[in-house]
């Protein structure tokens, strides 16, 4: 041994503060394994060994510096891997992080980021945590400092070997203020020699098997309790509580992993057949849906389209782009669409399943009809996500349905509204009559002689005619009218807005005078003429049987007299019906026949008193009928357009004589002449006019034209436009009846006219109603206002004259200056005439 080692004698160099291994007591005496074992190893050798306990850091400078022989208490790190030869390890340590019990979730290396830690100084923690990557390390010169460090809490976090820490912790009974990571690493303790000192290695080592292991477990349970390769036992009782702890947590945690683990699996499985089931019922669904016989769809929250299937699609006729993102609604019939979402709206807000037969267009933009069954859905946590539901093709059923409505009112072989439909229509048109103060016709048509058509020629022939009638009846009503077919050859008609009789039996004329031409059908040329039977609501009756009733009657009646005519069921009616015709027909030869005449009033100027013009006024000799006023004829003129040649004849008659009574030596006069609205629309007025006062030789301003309101409120660019060229020829221009339409104030400003006529309704009671009183006063101030003449008209007695005069009437004209007589009746009641005083 002295020629192996430097001395005749062992120089062991060890830290002295690394208790239970080796440390000083309170007195300073070093104590601990290593210092007994290398006693016995003395003892057993013959060899003095001489321990040299020291401060770590010193410990190593003494054997670095080649002062001692072996170095104990020492970690094999990589640093001191090429300085060292080491001994097997003697005590496993664990070295973990020590931490203040305030911080959580120090689990190792990672977690140590922004602490300090304090570390002994040359401690081979240092090296670890170094070459961890962390370096805000703070050094300690002793294990004990760097424990009392943490205790003052100067520093919260120390990288200490597990059994100094216990040690000391302990000692200063803090072990309960710290908590520990799991070990950075597992240290070993080894003694070693230099590197290149094998001899010396050896014999050390040849040394320690002198030593008896009993003696060296001796020495190791009197430390630790227990041998060395339990370290912890060594330690204060309450570690033995955490190891005990420790296990019982470990074995519980195995427990528990193992429980995991199985619930993990049959878990596991489950999802797995879930899985399973769900992908199967996935393709079920996709199977049903897809072969589904209805449409499928789902909608998101909002109502847009999400899903539609192949069915679905085909009924739309569209592709899911074009569907995609858009609104089921927008997809509705325009006709279903308020009542389709107000009802979608209330399943929506009651989370109730919408069900609904609604139209929807397709893309083409053809109707189809479906049954939409839709029920809400939510997310799973009761947030309503959308709506999935179903499209029931119903266009047959609907058609169907329909087919039936429609054959429940209409008749299958004309296709014409039935009894039944014509008796709803007779209500609606009845309650429009009342509100627009109109009247309602109902005709009873009755084929003349239909059954020997029928009888002869066959049923499929009498068809064919009756649908020839029907198409020749529908050119002679209105699309408001309704044409029903009772059966058989009887006929129907519900005629609206009807102002007079007049106007029911000019429907009735027109229909008799169409079919009174042959009718042309495929193999046949045919005659047939028409019984009709008027009546009129509510003239004859209130209620559609009633005036049914008398209809029918009055068809009958027709038929009697003698077939191929109409009969109004009131005598009084009839008469007038008849007389219309008369005129009708009468009209359009009383032109050429000269059976027209015009009548003179004279007009009357309040200020002389005397006589200054006339009003023209028609009348028709009838052959048959004697004179006819005008009101009975202008209508039936007017729509029939005659009355724009009879208007020129008036203009040309009237201006003929007034230069015959000028020729005659009558004082010069201005002639009024009426207007009708027809000649403003048609025919060239200002032309006629121009031509009549140079055909006569007559001043334009004696020519004064009355335009009625009527005139005025219709077309009216057109109108201001004549009347301004009117006004250019030099013609004067009234307004007749003034105040009895509605618009004329609103004309007058815009019209260049120069005088207006008061209408006799106003002027009738202009004694007894203060109203028509106050009425006349306006008119007339309002005239002077705008510096026109007034004249008023129907003066019948002294009264309304000398009123009129009191107001400033400018003239006046009526019964009581002068009924509406022949020229020659006028001429000699100018001559007549005493003026006004
Ligand atoms: N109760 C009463 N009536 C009186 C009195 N003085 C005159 N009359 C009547 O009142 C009507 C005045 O003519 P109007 O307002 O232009 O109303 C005229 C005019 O609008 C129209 N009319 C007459 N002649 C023609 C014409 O040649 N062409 C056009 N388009 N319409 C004409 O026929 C309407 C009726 O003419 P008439 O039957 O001649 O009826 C005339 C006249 O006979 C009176 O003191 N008391």
Wanted: with cysteine; hydrophobic share 40%; net charge negative.
């Amino acid at each position: 041994a002295e020629a192996v080692f430097k001395h005749p004698w062992l120089t062991v160099v060890m830290d002295d503060n690394y208790p239970p291994y080796s440390f000083r007591d309170d007195q300073g005496r070093l104590q601990g394994i290593r210092k007994e074992i290398w006693d016995a190893w003395a003892a057993h050798n013959g060899i003095e060994v001489r321990v040299v306990a020291t401060d770590w850091a010193k410990a190593l400078a003494y054997m670095n510096t080649g002062q001692a022989d072996v170095i104990d208490t020492i970690f094999e790190t990589p640093e001191r891997e090429s300085l060292y030869t080491y001994s097997r390890p003697y005590a496993d340590i664990d070295v973990p992080i020590f931490f203040h019990q305030s911080i959580s979730g120090i689990t190792g290396a990672e977690n140590l980021h922004g602490f300090t830690v304090g570390v002994k100084a040359g401690d081979a923690c240092e090296d670890w945590l170094h070459a961890h990557g962390i370096f805000s390390t703070h050094d300690y010169p002793s294990f004990g400092e760097l424990v009392d460090a943490a205790v003052r809490n100067d520093i919260r976090v120390m990288c200490i070997d597990k059994p100094l820490a216990n040690y000391f912790l302990t000692k200063r009974d803090a072990e309960t203020h710290f908590r520990y990571s799991k070990p950075l690493y597992k240290g070993q303790l080894h003694w070693a020699v230099f590197k290149g000192s094998e001899s010396a290695f050896k014999a050390v080592n040849r040394g320690f098997e002198q030593v008896p292991q009993t003696e060296i477990d001796a020495i190791e349970k009197k430390w630790m309790g227990s041998p060395l390769a339990r370290p912890a036992a060594v330690i204060a009782p309450y570690v033995l509580y955490a190891m005990a702890t420790a296990a019982l947590l470990s074995f519980a945690m195995l427990l528990w992993n193992r429980t995991l683990r199985r619930r993990v699996a049959l878990r596991t499985g489950e999802l797995e057949s879930a899985l399973q089931a769900l992908k199967s019922s996935e393709q079920h669904y996709q199977a049903l849906v897809g072969t589904s016989p209805v449409g499928v769809f789902e909608t998101d929250a909002q109502g847009l389209f999400v899903f539609m299937n192949e069915r679905g699609l085909r009924m739309l006729g569209a592709r899911f782009e074009q569907l995609r993102g858009n609104h089921w609604q927008h997809l509705l019939h325009p006709e279903d669409r308020d009542e389709s979402c107000a009802a979608w709206g209330a399943s929506l807000s009651l989370r109730q399943v919408f069900q609904r037969e609604l139209r929807f267009e397709r893309i083409g933009g053809s109707a189809l009809w479906v049954l939409m069954q839709a029920r809400p859905m939510d997310d799973g946590d009761g947030r309503f996500s959308g709506f999935i539901g179903t499209l029931t093709d119903i266009s047959e059923q609907k058609a169907s349905e329909q087919r039936i409505q429609f054959l429940a009112y209409h008749d299958p072989l004309t296709g014409l509204p039935n009894r039944l439909l014509i008796r709803e229509h007779y209500d609606m048109a009845v309650a429009h009559a009342n509100r627009s103060d109109l009247g309602v016709a109902l005709l009873v048509l009755d084929l003349d002689h239909f059954k020997n058509i029928n009888d002869s020629l066959g049923h499929a022939v009498g068809d064919e005619l009756l649908c020839a009638v029907v198409k020749i009846l529908r050119g002679c009503v209105r699309d408001t009218d309704t044409i029903s077919r009772q059966g058989g050859d009887e006929f129907l008609v519900l005629l609206t807005d009807q102002h007079s009789a007049d106007d029911a039996a000019n429907v009735a004329a027109k229909m008799l005078e169409r079919l009174s031409q042959p009718i042309r059908l495929e193999h046949h040329e045919l005659s047939i003429s028409l019984s009709i039977g008027i009546g009129m609501y509510p003239t004859d009756g209130e209620d559609f049987d009633t005036l049914l009733k008398k209809a029918d009657t009055a068809m009958y009646h027709a038929k009697e007299s003698g077939r191929n005519a109409f009969n109004f069921f009131t005598s009084q009616m009839n008469a007038d019906a008849t007389q219309t015709l008369m005129l009708r027909s009468g009209l359009a030869r009383a032109l050429e026949r000269q059976e027209f005449v015009l009548h003179y009033q004279p007009q009357v100027d309040l200020e002389t008193g005397r006589i200054m013009g006339t009003e023209a006024l028609l009348r028709w000799k009838h052959p048959d009928l004697g004179l006819v006023p005008p009101n009975r004829f202008i209508g039936i003129a007017e729509n029939s357009g005659l009355i724009v040649p009879i208007g020129e004849w008036v203009i040309q008659e009237a201006c003929r004589q007034a230069a015959a009574w000028y020729e005659a030596g009558l004082p010069q006069l201005t002639m009024a002449v009426n207007l009708s609205a027809i000649q403003f629309k048609r025919g060239n007025l200002v032309e006629t006019v121009e031509n009549a006062l140079f055909a006569h030789r007559i001043p334009a301003p004696l020519l004064e034209l009355e335009l009625t309101e009527s005139i005025l409120i219709q077309d009216t660019d057109n109108v201001l436009a004549t009347v301004d060229r009117l006004k250019s020829i030099g013609v004067k221009l009234s307004i007749d009846d003034f105040g009895t339409g509605y618009s004329s104030l609103m004309y007058l400003h815009r019209l260049n006219v120069d005088k207006l006529k008061i209408d006799q309704s106003f002027v009738r009671d202009l004694n007894d109603d203060p109203d028509d009183a106050a009425i006349v006063q306006a008119v007339i101030q309002m005239a002077k206002s705008l510096k026109l003449r007034t004249i008023a008209e129907g003066v019948e007695n002294s009264q309304q004259l000398d009123a009129l005069r009191r107001q400033s009437c400018d003239e006046v004209q009526g019964y009581f200056l002068g009924h509406p007589m022949l020229a020659d009746d006028f001429a000699r009641h100018l001559a007549d005439w005493k003026p006004l005083t």
